[in-house]
């Protein structure tokens, strides 16, 4: 269970807000998360600098690892040679796994390119796992023949640090089903609507944007759900928090609405967004807190 954590922002200065991340990881850690992935699409990553996104992987290492909790840091989505030097960084400071989104406007059309992507992180990246993040999932896709099979096998038999992926339940049925994954790989499903299905379908690892939110409360529709049989309870906390999360959602960008959410449900001052994501105005995120209250969820504000 990772936490793609929000980067915080300084609401005046609009600079990254490192003070309340070991506040954060603490909020995460007792909501029973396992590790964070940081500087993530969720992070705002693309809108930091390489310099920034050094001095969030250090604050989340200092944080997170005194309470036992796993850092996985994203370098791609930028250029690469930045690929490279945030990597370097990222061995040098002893994160637990890199996760590596395409560079801008790359577009994979086949196993051998999605490898030699793969190995120019592999070289600089030690014995760090490296988890290809399949976010858009059109990264991956062939236009005419889709075949996650070639891709996944590629990689495994090529790339020693290739430990898996983060993409959509589809994704992770694809790969279950068709790759059998070994012990060491793991495939993140990142979207909240498919918990208990997965968790069900023994595909336990997340990377879900809304454990910032509801950490405690997705911990144990997996709990309740890991054990081959279908919870009644299980599937009452998916459709209430499917509920909620749909409903915020309702009220601007993914980012901004559910950070906003993060913040009124933990206390802890996370800021706005970086622009050019628009910013929420004061009547969104009251709207924001009222749903939370009106689903019985306490708030801090």
């Known amino acids: 269970m990772y936490s793609p954590v929000f980067t915080p922002f300084n609401t005046s200065s609009g600079e990254i807000d490192l ?57 791609g989505g930028i250029p690469v040679p930045d690929i490279i030097e945030l990597t370097h960084y990222a061995v040098n400071i002893s994160v637990d796994g890199i996760q590596l989104l395409p560079p801008p406007y790359y577009i994979i059309t086949n196993s051998d390119e999605f490898v030699a992507l793969l190995e120019i992180v592999a070289e600089n990246a030690g014995d760090l796992p490296i988890y290809y993040d399949d976010f858009y999932e059109y990264t991956l896709e062939e236009e005419d023949d889709f075949s996650l099979q070639s891709y996944f096998d590629s990689a495994s038999r090529r790339v020693a640090q290739f430990k898996g992926m983060v993409g959509t339940f589809r994704v992770a049925v694809y790969a279950s089903l068709e790759n059998d994954p070994r012990s060491d790989q793991t495939i993140f499903i990142y979207n909240q609507p498919n918990v208990e299905a997965a ?101 801090h504000d």
């Open 199 to 299: 968790a069900f379908m023994d595909c336990n690892s997340f990377m879900l944007p809304a454990m910032n939110i509801f950490p405690s409360l997705f911990k144990q529709i997996v709990d309740l759900s890991s054990n081959g049989t279908r919870s009644e309870e299980a599937l009452a906390i998916q459709d209430r928090l499917n509920d909620i999360v749909y409903e915020i959602l309702d009220k601007g960008d993914d980012v901004a609405t559910l950070k906003a959410a993060a913040e009124l449900v933990s206390g802890i001052k996370l800021g706005g967004v970086r622009p050019p994501m628009r910013a929420l105005s004061r009547t969104t995120y009251m709207e924001i807190k009222d749903i939370l209250e009106d689903n019985d969820v306490e708030t």
């Open 19 to 75: 003070s309340v991340i070991p506040e954060y990881a603490q909020f995460l850690k007792d909501g029973g998360t396992d590790g964070v992935s940081v500087a993530t699409l969720t992070g705002e990553g693309l809108s930091l600098s390489v310099d920034e996104k050094k001095k969030l992987y250090e604050a989340w290492v200092n944080a997170a690892r005194p309470l036992g909790l796993k850092i996985i840091v994203q370098v």
